[in-house]
């Protein structure tokens, strides 16, 4: 089926193009979700005229996405997880924490365009992607760190000297036996 997109759609096309597609994502995902349209010779005819509105609201839309890029440009997030002992990083950082955060700091931003490969699971400082536009991208500063664990502290009167032991709670230990022994009784035979 083709079918006129009318809006970018990633590893499909860009907004005005005529693309061929399978008729199930063009029934079940781009004409449900307003993207696409059926391409019929009325609809090619409409295209014209909506290929130079989009140029002028590409436009547009590209210079308040250099302005916002900008505002992203400054941003830096900071999350905490939780990590073992050997600096293991329990959980992970994904697009939609990021998204989460940003909306908390008063920054609205779509977690789809968050170009976040596979979610951060180590901690460290990330530079991450966020596609605006189909020619803007800002960058974003992440820090993901460890909660460190709380270690429980021992009063300095309390602990034990490098050089002593710690004594271990005594064992309570039954006697040994060296007369008992396991079978029958010596006065039985085994059967006949």
Known sequence: MEVILKEDVTNLGFRGEVVKVADGYARNYLLPRKLAMQATDTNKAVIEQMKTSAARRSAGEKVK???FAAKLDAVALTF???????????????????????AAQGIEVDRRKIQLGEPLKSIGEFTVPVRLHREVTAHIKVKVQGDKPEEKKEPEHEKPSEHEKPTEPAKHEEPKRDDVTIGPPAEQTQFD
Do not use: Q
């Open 65 to 67: 996405a250099e302005e």
């Open 80 to 102: 905490t997880r939780k990590v073992g002992e050997a600096g293991h990083l329990f959980g992970s950082v994904t697009s939609a924490d990021i998204a989460t955060e940003l």
